[in-house]
C-alpha cells in the first residue's frame, strides 16, 4: 500500500468561518459535492513549509504565512479504481488571512483549473473535509493555543 504525505493550511477568519476549495468534478465537469482545505502532497525531499507554500502558490497564487501545526490526520483513502492508499495530512496555521479575502482569479495560476470555486465558509453547516473540522471550533483552537490534535482515522474513507 503506498503512503503519502499531505500538507493543508488553515485560513481562518475571525467569525470562525475557514478558508475551503470545491475541487473539479472530472467526471461532470462540475464541482464536488463537498469544499476541502486547500493543500496537497509533498514531493519528495520536500520539506512541509516549501510544500505547503508551493501547493498554495500554484492553485491560489497567494503565498501563505505558515504558522503552527494545529492538527494531524491519518487514514486509508479507497481511490475510485479501487486501489488504497494510507495518508498523514499537517493542517498548519494560515496567519495572512487578509489577502484571502479579496477575490481571487483561479485562471491566473498554474493549478487553478483543478478547483471549480473558493469561499470562506461556516464549517458547523457546510459539508467539509475532513469531518472533524465541522466539530471542533477551529478559531478558539488557534486563539487559545491548544495543543495538536491527532485524528487517527484508520478505517477507510472513499472521498
Known sequence: M???????GIVADNNGHIFAVKHRDRDTD??????????????????LDEGLVREFEEELGITPVVGRLLFMQQFIFTHRNGNQSEKMELFFHIENTADFQHDIDL???SHGHELARVAFIDPAVSDLL???????????????NQPVLFVNNLKEASR
Open 107 to 109: 485562471s491566473t495560476t
Open 130 to 144: 475532513p469531518d472533524f473540522l465541522q466539530k471542533v471550533d477551529v478559531r478558539n483552537h488557534i486563539d487559545t
Open 30 to 47: 462540475g464541482e464536488s459535492d463537498f469544499w476541502a482545505i486547500p493543500g496537497g502532497g509533498l514531493d519528495v525531499g520536500e520539506s
Open 2 to 8: 503506498e503512503r503519502r504525505i499531505n500538507v493543508r
